[in-house]
């Protein structure tokens, strides 16, 4: 189960890891492929913030990374409920603002990673 886990969590570090890439240095060209209902026109406008919400997604995929490395195992499963909660929140509230799809790709992914270390 540690193993499993460990890798679902390296998934969605991942995962953070790409949204950081594409919202900080690819927002105008990658960023439209992504966020279709997105005006077009505002891209270059919001570019600025995309990269600010980038840096925050990198703060979510650096937790995620940090915790596969603690060695004890209460303080690793603490920290990485703490992250993994994060991008829970994060996708609920990008579901319901910005793209449904969220949903799918950052709260279901980490609430069943939840589960997982809570279950264990």
């Known amino acids: 189960m540690a193993i499993t886990i460990s890798v679902l969590i390296g998934i969605i570090a ?3 890891t790409y949204i950081l890439w594409f919202e900080m240095f690819a927002w105008t ?3 439209k492929r992504v966020f279709k209902s997105f005006p077009e026109q ?6 600025a913030m995309a990269a ?3 840096l925050y997604n990198g703060f979510l995929a650096a ?3 940090w915790s596969l490395f603690i060695t004890d195992v209460v303080w690793r499963d603490y920290i ?3 992250f993994l909660s ?6 609920i509230f990008g579901a319901f603002t910005a793209e449904r799809r969220i949903l799918f790709v950052q709260t279901i992914p980490s609430a069943i990673t939840i589960l997982l270390i809570i279950v264990k």
Do not use: D, M
């Open 14 to 16: 991942l995962i953070h």
């Open 29 to 31: 060209t990658r960023g």
């Open 42 to 47: 505002l891209f270059e406008q919001t570019k």
């Open 52 to 54: 600010n919400q980038g």
């Open 63 to 65: 937790g995620l990374i």
């Open 80 to 82: 990485s409920l703490f």
């Open 86 to 91: 994060c991008v829970a929140i994060a996708g």
